[in-house]
């Protein structure tokens, strides 16, 4: 089970992402995420193993300054997302990652991978950054990388959530290599083909 943060500005879509992620379901109107949602998602992988994700979805209101360390611990990787229609969003993203970043490392120390979503590119007429400022954003930041995406019309999550998953394994399978006991071997959640008896 590997713990994935998604955290941002209100209103930007997480909660919406989690839902298609998730589900693959989009609604116009979720009820404003109180506290904390989980959402559990199983992963195969190219290899024949699966992988488990815990989705930690919250509530945007509360803000960057507030968001304590139990929520970040033991996370393995990152989803920070703005809303591409709206700046300010995009500018509290340098808030978000510094503080995710002052408050949860991986075993070796270092930051864990965290993913930059720019949401809701099919309002395109309403789009107010551009993607070489991005771009530039993600490199200075340290984010393993970007995606425009639409949650509403189901593009870019599943490009951005695989580049976040590799990067994610990779960091984790180099840790276990020195510290065995930091991660979870993945094999366990692989189901056996049941035998038949003859
Ligand atoms: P959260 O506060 O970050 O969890 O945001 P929500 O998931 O509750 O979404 C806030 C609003 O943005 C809702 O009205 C959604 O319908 C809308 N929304 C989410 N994703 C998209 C998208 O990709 N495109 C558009 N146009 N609207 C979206
Ligand atoms: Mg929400």
Redesign the pocket.
């Known amino acids: 089970m590997y713990k994935v943060l998604l955290i ?12 298609r992620f998730v589900n693959n379901t ?5 009820k ?2 109180l506290g904390v949602d989980f959402a559990l998602k199983t992963l195969k992988l190219e290899d024949g193993n699966s992988l488990k994700l815990q989705i930690w ?1 919250i ?3 509360e803000g960057f300054t507030s968001m304590t360390r139990v929520y970040f611990k033991g996370a393995s990787a990152c989803v920070l ?1 703005f ?1 591409i229609t709206d700046p300010k969003t995009f500018q509290n993203c340098t808030l978000w990652k510094q503080d995710l970043d002052a408050k949860v490392f991986l075993a070796d120390q270092n930051s864990i991978p965290c993913l930059l979503l720019a ?5 395109k007429n309403e789009r107010q950054i551009s993607d070489q400022y991005i771009d530039r954003f993600a490199k200075d930041n340290d984010f393993v990388g970007w995606k425009l ?5 189901n593009e870019g999550l599943q490009e951005g959530m695989r580049l976040l998953i590799s990067h994610m394994l990779q960091r984790c399978n180099a840790i276990s290599m020195t510290a065995e006991d930091t991660v979870l071997s993945l094999e366990s959640d692989v189901e056996k083909p049941k035998k038949s008896c003859c």
């Open positions: 941002g500005d209100q209103a930007v879509g997480k909660t919406c992402f989690v839902h989009f609604q116009e109107n979720y404003a995420t979805d509530a945007g209101q997302m809303d949401n809701k590119s099919d309002l995406c639409s949650v509403k019309n």
